[in-house]
């Protein structure tokens, strides 16, 4: 009878065979690998990153608070200056109106000149304050005494003049001779006119008698030897008044139009507060980013920004997996199965990610002089896609490569990093210009090189509509 012992032997034998490297053992070579393996740059410098972080936004807020203390006390002294001033106005006597003086003046006998009535020789009753556009200063014919003046004028009549009117605007004294301007409206005008004092004793001469009963005045020249009572006063009060009037002639048709065509280019929409939309570019060590973005100034000192952004990281080339592996830590083969043919050697490994993010900001911000405002924020980006596109050589059994290119999804969480920003902003309403530096720790790797994308520059171009802040 055959036994079977001898398989029984055998079998035993190769159960107890067990292989050379195991599952475990795996993990314990990983373990020790990354315990000895030097920390990276994040790793090493991430605490002092976060400090000095720190230490810059609370430098910045305490600068901020300084400066808006500092502006709240000037506004705080120019109200209380204003209020003083105000007082002052009010607790100020009102001057009283000062009565006007009318002086009657006559021809004298055989002269061509105008001298004074006394009191005795005024048969002119004087009209009373209020009516001010009835008094005249009556300038008549020179006789033996009233009657014989009225008797001689039947034969020549000549008409009333109001020669009492000290506005300089209405005539112009130099060097103690003067012209009567031709004006259909002098009478009415002069009516409520401040009236020129005339005392006793001044004599005013006369070349040619004027007429107004056509309501015409013939330019006249006159020889005052008034020029010396006229105060310096009057003549800045006449300066002023025409001053003030020929500032408020209104503009001309074609400035008018051109300012309404400026106004028209801008669109008028009722919005409360300011918005702004535009485009940025921003690069750092990481890659380069497209951006378009909004940005709400939600108060005088706050805003919030969003958009989408495309982020092309820069491209990482590998000779073999064997580098991948020590760089990357991370296996090839493992992460893209079914695209790696196993029985070929890979070599030349290229990866290219692309990012799309919808970065999410809030912002400080202050206004400096001249519309220019410094800013500093933080935020996060949410991640709507991230691909990789990888490509690769394989050297086949008969040393013939072939290329070969897939796409793959990057492993990257939905909030995926913490954003820091600070930069300045210039406006030209409606175009405002941003230039700002960030940095950005993103939670995974994007590239074995760096885990945080910054120190980065960032510039953008924005329209800005609805009112300003």
Not at 49 to 62: D, N, T
Not at 146 to 166: F, G, M, T, W, Y
Not at 408 to 437: C, F, H, R
Request: hydrophobic share 40%; no cysteine; net charge positive.
């Amino acid at each position: 009878m055959k036994t079977n012992k001898f398989e029984d032997t055998i079998r035993r034998k190769l159960e107890s065979i067990e292989p050379d490297f195991q599952e475990k053992d795996w993990a314990n070579m990983q373990r020790y690998m990354r315990a000895q393996s030097p920390p990276s740059f994040w790793q090493q410098h991430s605490s002092w990153i976060g400090y000095a972080a720190a230490a810059s936004v609370s430098m910045v807020m305490a600068f901020m608070y300084v400066s808006q203390r500092t502006q709240n006390n000037h506004l705080t002294a120019d109200v209380k200056k204003l209020q003083h001033q105000i007082e002052a106005i009010k607790n100020a006597p009102t001057l009283a109106e000062k009565p006007d003086t009318v002086y009657l003046i006559k021809k004298g006998d055989g002269s061509d000149e105008l001298i004074a009535l006394s009191a005795a020789d005024n048969d002119i009753p004087i009209a009373p304050k209020g009516t001010l556009a009835s008094r005249k200063t009556v300038i008549s014919r020179g006789g033996a005494n009233a009657n014989n003046r009225r008797a001689e004028n039947l034969a020549q009549p000549v008409s009333d003049i109001v020669a009492a009117s000290s506005n300089p605007g209405l005539a112009n004294v130099d060097g103690g001779s003067g012209s009567a301007g031709n004006n259909d409206n002098f009478v009415q005008s002069s009516a409520g006119a401040e009236r020129l004092t005339i005392p006793a004793g001044i004599q005013v001469g006369l070349q040619q008698p004027v007429d107004i009963h056509n309501n015409r005045f013939d330019v006249n020249k006159m020889k005052y030897n008034l020029v010396n009572r006229i105060s310096k006063h009057q003549y800045q009060q006449a300066l002023l008044a025409s001053n003030i009037q020929k500032s408020a002639l209104p503009a001309s048709g074609k400035k008018t139009e051109q300012v309404a065509q400026a106004e028209t280019i801008i669109p008028k929409l009722d919005l409360k507060v300011p918005y702004r939309f535009g485009a940025g570019i921003a690069t750092d060590g990481v890659g380069k980013t497209k951006s378009v973005s909004g940005e709400v100034l939600i108060a005088r000192k706050f805003s919030i920004s969003a958009g989408i952004s495309w982020l092309k990281v820069k491209p990482m080339e590998f000779f073999n997996e064997k580098l991948f592996r020590e760089k990357s830590r991370r296996d090839f083969r493992g992460e893209h199965p079914g695209e790696v043919p196993v029985a070929l050697k890979v070599y030349n490994i290229r990866v290219d990610p692309t990012v799309v993010q919808i970065p999410l900001t809030v912002a400080f911000r202050n206004n400096i002089k001249d519309n220019w405002a410094y800013y500093a924020g933080a935020g996060t980006n949410f991640t709507v896609s991230a691909k990789e596109k990888v490509s690769f050589d394989a050297k086949g059994a008969n040393y013939a490569y072939m290329n070969q290119h897939f796409e793959a999804k990057s492993d990257v969480p939905l909030i995926s990093s913490v954003n820091l920003t600070m930069g300045l902003e210039k406006t030209w309403y409606p175009i405002v210009v941003q230039a700002e530096g960030y940095l950005y720790a993103y939670f995974n790797q994007l590239t074995p090189l760096s885990q945080s994308a910054g120190p980065g520059v960032k510039v953008k171009l924005m329209y800005q509509i609805g009112g300003k802040m």
